[in-house]
T-cell receptor, first 115, second 112 residues
């Protein structure tokens, strides 16, 4: 069982470069999320997609865009990378159900450094 | 917005003892509270979920309590083992929001 797969695992960029982080899940979950995790800050939600065809901003969306390509895939794009975006990025998926949410399943992250 | 407090200092305990981790919150009372484990270089892994109308939940050596009066959840690991060493995150979710807010996590170190 692959679960949630993120690519790449590591990436170094120069300021101003762009890149797309890829995420795919094989659990047939409706909802997908992108977080960043910084030392002392915990997990902060960047964007989420409650279902295929919808995306919404989270707590820290500035500088990012997302695409829910299909039910399985949710990508995160940095159009013009800045050093402040150096972080570990996690993708997660879950089911959103009325009357009770389900746990999130996380990938192992993309470690992104911007010089 | 919801503020979640987890002890930023690592908790060091001896193998075999019970580890107790704390998650305090302010503002609204969450409908659901979840605990996750995170190992270095890995993503968080779900452990337990407790609802606001539940006082306690158990799973093997794990126990979670939820006190909406104190605005606090306690996470216990009994008979702790070095393999339990990790960072433990709590996550709170408001009813109807479907989006959890995560705490910063507490590092647990179990010494043999």
């Amino acid at each position: 069982n692959a679960g949630v797969t993120q690519t790449p695992k590591f990436q170094v960029l120069k300021t101003g470069q762009s890149m797309t982080l890829q995420c795919a899940q094989d659990m047939n979950h409706n909802s997908m999320y992108w977080y960043r995790q910084d030392p002392g800050m915990g997990l902060r939600l960047i964007y989420y997609s409650a279902s295929e065809g919808t995306t919404d901003k989270g707590e820290v969306p500035n500088g990012y865009n997302v695409s829910r390509l299909n039910k399985r895939e949710f990508s995160l794009r940095l159009e013009s990378a800045a050093p402040s975006q150096t972080s570990v990025y996690f993708c997660a998926s879950s089911e959103m159900r009325q009357g009770g949410n389900q746990p999130q399943h996380f990938g192992d992250g993309t470690r992104l450094s911007i010089l | 917005s919801q503020k979640i407090e987890q002890n930023s200092e690592a908790l060091n305990i001896q193998e075999g003892k019970t580890a107790t981790l704390t998650c305090n919150y302010t503002n609204y009372s969450p409908a659901y509270l979840q605990w996750y484990r995170q190992d270095p270089g890995r993503g968080p892994v779900f452990l337990l979920l407790i609802r606001e109308n539940e006082k306690e939940k158990r799973k093997e050596r794990l126990k979670v309590t939820f006190d909406t009066t104190l605005k606090q959840s306690l996470f216990h690991i009994t008979a702790s083992q070095p393999a339990d060493s990790a960072t433990y995150l709590c996550a709170l979710e408001r009813g109807g929001s479907y989006i959890p807010t995560f705490g910063r996590g507490t590092s647990l170190i179990v010494h043999p």
